[in-house]
DNA sequence: CAAAAGCTGTCCGATTATCGGACAAAACAA
DNA sequence: TTGTTTTGTCCGATAATCGGACAGCTTTTG
């Protein structure tokens, strides 16, 4: 009951009318962002009526923040929302800012990097940053959106916030954690803790398969509030203690000079 | 009455509900990104009453769509809005297909390339492309957004649409394109004419205050309808005849690279 | 300083768009 | 063909929206 402080932002924030349940949706859409959601799917992800799903989605559509897949009836996130997300953006310009810090990170780590900021549950992919290295670890994708928690960049931001607002959105969380494949509830935890001890993401003892491991840290707002999350992938092995040390700090120091820039176009 | 077939994509499409106001005012508030908009202007530029926006700004600002400036009340998109933006982006990646090309461009033309958009009857600055040259011409910024039809790329666009369609948005706009100051209707029908003629955006002849000249070339669908524009400035005088025919050529070359690179991405 | 003007926040009854159960059509499978 | 699943539509009850009117607050003006 007192955990609700943190400001919510959630769609639940909304008396239920045309624009709560249009978010609902574009948010779900959003959820499958690469595939395409088909309307049996977006009733069970939202557990909204059908008819009212049906009906939303055509007024979205007829704004164009909506598009259909013709062969497959397919939904999708639409143009003019697109375009829309370019406004919102001049005023939120992480990735521009991050750009060219994060592909130099990539190449010198021989990692892909990613970027990924927090919105409500969810954690959104802004960038990655692909090494020139062969081997490409990690399958994210700019726009991808899952529950927030899963990847090391939000263990990083994990390991900046207040102990509270971390379980309350696992604790939110949870369920969609759970529905990933090989998912380890102890294990997670671990990490969690981990984490928070060095100041940094941990990703570890995860998911039950141990082929990878991550590191992650924070882009923090003057406040010491993070506002992006920064997270690399390598397969389990790769690194030694000291490599990973090594890496962590040089993250640190990226995610620095990014706060800073930030501050410095803001101001 | 027959005009009026070409896919409208307005928030007049909506009944007047809660949705279709949060459009309009999202569309409002973007078309003022960098300086954010005050309630007044809101009032003025969307001519819905007052207690009403004031509603439907409170429900967007708790699902972190709209932001409000502590320091001047201003309203902004956004983050969440922008975070949904980079989803909907995956979608269309015209930018991210088109960046390598038009940085090149720049830097080989010596100008500032510009990358837009159509978003019902507005154009939406999506990219933009600085040379290493000292003078920039333009005031452009990634995310801008004005009524189409006003820039070189937009001239691009319109010279390779129906004529018929291109009348309706020039019709429609053509209030807005008065408060525009220096506005010169006569030229600008003479450029709209010359455009269409040549098959590419020729920019003069359309603010009183004639320093800059600009060309633009249509990024096309393999239907052959645009989807995108590109657009450059330059001072008078800069170009002759000579230099300005080689510019356009090798505009439309880099235009349809991007547009095998996008067809051959979402097939 | 007082008054006026402008901007912003809030209330609440009438209106009206939404809501969603129920039905129908279409696509697909067996 | 028949059974099953997915998608499209209708329409009365309900509940959210709508927006005029009022009030607090800040800035400008005489």
Redesign the interface.
Known sequence: MTDEASSQ???S???A????R??IL??AI?AD??RGSTMTKLVARTSLPRPTIHR?LN?LM????V?RDETNGRF?????????????????PIE?VAHTELSQLSMSLYQTVYLG?R??L?M???GRYDSGSQIQVGKG?????GPFGMTPACLGMFACMPRDEVDGIVRKNLSRYHRIEGFDEAGYRRSLTASAEAGVGLYDNILLDRTTCGLGVAILDPSGYPIAGIGTVYINGWLDENQRRDCLERMQQVAGTIAEKLHATSA
Do not use: T
Request: hydrophobic share 45%; net charge positive; with cysteine.
């Open positions: 932002k959630d769609a924030a909304l008396p009318g045309s624009l709560h249009a978010v574009l948010n959003a962002s690469r939303v007024q007829s704004i164009g923040w598009e999708n996130l639409g143009f003019d929302l697109a375009a829309l997300g370019y406004s919102a953006m001049s005023r939120h521009r900021v919105s409500g969810d959104v992919c802004i994708w700019v726009g991808m959106r």
